[in-house]
């Protein structure tokens, strides 16, 4: 099993809970990351502007200004990787 902090340096996916730990953070941490991948917005439809937000916003929270992405729109886990490449992923997915 991978521990939280050998996801990170793999670039594996990680657990919310686990990053907001990494971060410092707390509940309204926990509330502003999923509200920036929600389900709602167009995160996972390719927009390149939200994607450039969250990953803004998650550079600004993590330590070493990595910036982080939603594996899916359900939010559980999150994995390292840039806005274009996220957006790239998105769109060329089958």
């Known amino acids: 099993m ?3 902090l050998q996801g990170i340096e793999k670039e594996l996916p990680v657990h919310i809970d686990h990053l907001i730990d990494r ?9 502003r990351l999923c509200q920036l991948g929600g389900r709602k917005g167009h995160l996972f439809k390719g927009s390149i502007t939200h994607a450039q ?3 803004a916003v998650t550079k600004d929270l993590d330590p070493e200004g990595l910036p982080w992405f939603p594996t899916s729109q359900d939010r559980d886990f999150w994995v390292q990787m840039d806005s274009s490449t ?8 089958p």
């Open 86 to 93: 996220f957006v790239k992923t998105i769109l060329t997915k």
């Open 53 to 55: 937000t969250v990953e």
């Open 2 to 4: 991978t521990s939280p």
């Open 23 to 31: 971060w410092g953070g707390d509940k309204a941490s926990k509330a």
